[in-house]
T-cell receptor, first 113, second 113 residues
Framework: KQEVTQIPAALSVPEGENLVLNCSFT??????LQWFRQDPGKGLTSLLL?????REQTSGRLNASLDKSSGRSTLYIAASQPGDSATYLC????????????FGQGTRLTINP | DAGVIQSPRHEVTEMGQEVTLRCKPI?????LFWYRQTMMRGLELLIY????????DSGMPEDRFSAKMPNASFSTLKIQPSEPRDSAVYFC???????????FGEGSRLTVL
């Protein structure tokens, strides 16, 4: 059974810092991995989608990497801003039953001005 | 495109009442998913449809829950009778066939008293 873990559950950093959020998964046989952002009381917003054949994806100040063999993905946020404060979730799409996403519990990020 | 549209955004009802949540997926998307989010259990997949056909409802907690997709632009999730433990945020999401990203609606926050 695929399990997805995000550590830490919460992170607080001063504005301007570069930071890394972690996501680990137990079964390396994944189809793709998606990072989402969730603001309080809102839905999930897709940030980056990495296919199993890719090593990383970039969008603006965000860079996501994928290492299937070690069962890990990281989301790098450069020059953090208070507007980046949100909960970040990663989700993996398995090869078997490949329509489902398995979500981590998320990391609640606070950027302090 | 307006994105995935859900209604109502908030619903407060009394135990035993019927609740109907509605979703309009993004036009052209082949898959529609219903998720439930709680603090204790995180995001749980309830059911998903492909081309309006229910494919996997193994996440539906009980027979009190039912979902339909009468056409490509509309789906409902019904709870009858509702119970306090059904209180959660219910999300609808959609995507295209293949490697497509998953797009979420803003959610319907349900409170059962």
């Amino acid at each position: 059974k695929q399990e997805v873990t995000q550590i830490p559950a919460a992170l607080s950093v001063p504005e301007g810092e570069n930071l890394v959020l972690n996501c680990s998964f137990t079964d390396s046989a994944i189809y793709n991995l998606q990072w989402f952002r969730q603001d309080p009381g809102k839905g999930l917003t897709s940030l980056l989608l990495i296919q199993s054949s890719q090593r990383e994806q970039t969008s603006g100040r965000l860079n996501a990497s994928l290492d299937k063999s070690s069962g890990r993905s990281t989301l790098y946020i450069a020059a953090s801003q208070p507007g980046d404060s949100a909960t970040y979730l990663c989700a993996v799409r398995r090869i078997q039953g490949a329509q489902k996403l398995v979500f981590g519990q998320g990391t609640r990020l606070t950027i302090n001005p | 495109d307006a994105g995935v549209i859900q209604s109502p955004r908030h619903e407060v009802t009394e135990m035993g009442q019927e609740v109907t949540l509605r979703c309009k997926p993004i036009s052209g998307h082949d898959y529609l998913f219903w998720y439930r989010q709680t603090m204790m259990r995180g995001l749980e997949l309830l059911i998903y449809f492909n081309n309006n056909v229910p494919i996997d409802d193994s996440g539906m907690p009980e027979d009190r829950f039912s979902a339909k997709m009468p056409n490509a632009s509309f789906s409902t999730l019904k709870i009858q009778p509702s119970e306090p433990r059904d209180s959660a945020v219910y999300f609808c999401a959609s995507r295209t066939l293949g490697t497509g990203e998953l797009f979420f609606g803003e959610g319907s926050r349900l409170t059962v008293l």
